[in-house]
């Protein structure tokens, strides 16, 4: 119970059932007070949606939409920051009655914006944490697909996992007008997923709906929450059709478990022993589906990363070229396949123009992937068409805020500013990438190149000696040789740098 010192905005009288707020009685449903009432009494914690079911409707049956329409009855009558949600957990009401100040964040966009938040894991299994996040992240990467619609990405929304928030400061802070929250129970190999559409401002649930299916249809589960949240959204967007054309990944749902568990893995990559432990899984999967065409290029991935990251060599890291440009010639159709493929060929095979064909193709059908855009700028970089890359970094980093792999996708400003000539805002882009992701190899050489260009020759240095120290054998010729970048301007301020650093020429 909160304090004597703390005083409330409303009143509950248990006895007569009553809520007064500011004095005045409110109209409020049995269920409503209930789950108010049990709020109120253990307001110094988060109350699970599997707890409040449980209390309030002992011994019934009941869908979890019962409880998100008493949710939304509470809201409307005590406001909407009275009650926050913990994205994957449950909710918690406020009893401080102070005001707080407005979140501000980015412009509205022109098109309907929307974040889809963490649901909560309601299978009693914690250790299905990662089924619930992958499904969430597959429904997400979903709707980025859908034409005219603006999308948070995944990276950005898993940020406010477990944490108390008010849905209107998310929309404030990611700069979108709805919030999509929802829940995943299981019984046996059964599946509920139970979505809920809000309007951020407000509070207000507008729609909500159960999808029920079996574990081995979990991706027509998928496809059908995205038709329909997209269609509630924006009633222009019921004839869509751009779902429905999706292709099932893989028919060996282990394969796609041991997708789920190696992608944390390569995309938070800060050691080595997280890249042999992805390879290990990404194998697994492989082995299961040799023609699971996500797992492959995923595996592609994992090496650009390593190698991006010096953790391993560049000759090392292609062995995947071979598999990267047979994904490409077997007319791969998905996306991020197309991404990660393509990368890896211009990054380890030094075919920038091959890649960038990969990459087209893949923001045609994508526009708003995060690692379809951040990617499309590293290869437009390669060859020097600057204008192009910063455009898709700048829009990477709208779209996935509070990604907390922004070092990496930031990294990508750092050759692309230089480019233009842009050396100021380089290092400064630079030395904050360089704080996020310290362990990134690439951002320590592109640093090097931007105090060196910048005319900060004890900087340069001290990021040679960084350099070195990841990898003693390190020399100019070898730079020159493995380097994707085709402009020769760039080339030549590489040799330029190294020598000026000290480094040998090999």
Known sequence: MPSAKQPLPFEIRAGSRELLVKGAPVPLGA???????YLHTHSDRV?????????????TMVEEGNLT???????????????????????????????????????????????????????AQSDNDYLVDGIVSDLIAALTRVAGLF???????????????????????????????????????????TPQLVEAETGRAIWSERFTGKTSDIFELQDSMTERV???????????????????????????DLCLQAEPLILSTAANKDFTKAIALLDRAIALDPGYGHARALRCWA???????????????RVCVPDARALLESGAKDPLTLTYAGHALAFLD?????????????????????????????????????????EDVQRALRLNPLDPNAGFVRSALGPILIGLGRLDEAVAVLELSHHEAPGYGSTTFSLLMAYWAAGRPDDAKRMADLMLARRPDWTLRE????????????????????????IPEG
């Open 69 to 123: 329409v008493q949710i939304s009855a509470l809201r409307k009558a005590l406001g909407a920051r009275a009650i926050s949600t913990v994205p994957g957990v449950g909710y918690k009401l406020i009893v401080d009655a102070a005001p707080t100040p407005l979140v501000s964040g980015p412009a509205l966009p022109d098109t309907p914006s929307l974040v889809v938040l963490p649901f909560a894991n309601m299978t």
């Open 350 to 390: 030094k075919a920038a123009e091959e890649g960038l064909v990969a990459l087209r193709k893949a923001k045609a059908m994508n526009p708003n992937s995060v690692t379809v855009l951040c990617s499309s700028g590293w290869l437009h970089a390669y060859v020097g068409d600057f204008e192009t890359a910063l």
């Open 230 to 256: 997209a269609a509630a959204i924006e009633p222009t967007l019921r004839g869509a059709e751009a779902l429905r054309t999706r292709e099932k990944p893989t028919q060996d749902l282990r394969a796609y």
């Open 151 to 193: 999308v948070i990405a995944a990276t950005s929304s898993f940020r406010y996992k477990g944490q108390a928030v008010d849905l209107a400061d998310v929309g404030r802070e990611l700069g979108v007008r709805y919030v999509l929250e929802g829940s995943i129970q299981q019984a046996g190999d059964t599946l509920r997923i």
């Open 479 to 502: 730079t020159l040789r493995v380097t994707p970048f085709k402009y020769a301007p760039h080339r030549q301020l590489f040799a330029d740098a190294l020598r000026g650093c000290g």
């Open 31 to 37: 269920r409503a007070f209930d789950v108010l009432a």
């Open 47 to 59: 109350v699970s949606k599997q707890e409040l079911l449980d209390h309030v409707w002992a011994g």
């Open 303 to 317: 090496y650009v990363c390593a190698a991006g990251g010096r953790f391993i060599s560049w000759d090392e890291a």
